[in-house]
């Protein structure tokens, strides 16, 4: 079983960035493509960003590439999303996903709230 608790969302200004992180608890998080995913009021959750068990193989979506870059450390049980450049329409609840294939995870974490303002 793992459990996943995310932080560092909060309120930035256009252009600003933030740095999500995802806590892992469990022993075998090293072994999981982990990943981030979002959803915004009124729509569907989304997936944002993946990364393999090692870290040398990672994912993004269209909307996110150059900007928001996803990492690993495995030391730790951590999963980072910085996230650079924020456009309002990053504004959404931000979920960390453990296990995953596909846009399917075994785990999901709580979710933290980014909202970019104009």
């Known amino acids: 079983q793992v459990q996943l608790v995310e932080s560092g969302g909060g309120l930035v200004q256009a252009g600003g960035s933030l740095r999500l992180s995802c806590a892992a608890s469990?022993?075998?998080?090293?072994?999981?493509?982990m990943g981030w995913f979002r959803q915004a009021p009124g729509k569907e959750r989304e997936f944002v960003a993946a990364?393999?068990?090692?870290?040398?193989?990672?994912y993004y979506a269209d909307s996110v590439k150059g900007r928001f870059t996803i990492s690993r450390d495995n030391a730790k049980n951590t999963v980072y999303l910085q996230m650079n450049s924020l456009k309002p329409e990053d504004t959404a609840l931000y979920y960390c996903?453990?296990?995953?294939?596909?846009?399917?995870?075994?785990?999901w974490g709580q979710g933290t709230q980014v909202t970019v303002s104009s």
């Open positions: 990364i393999g068990w090692s870290g040398t193989s990672t």
């Open positions: 469990g022993r075998t998080f090293s072994s999981y493509t």
């Open positions: 996903a453990g296990d995953l294939s596909g846009s399917a995870a075994s785990y």
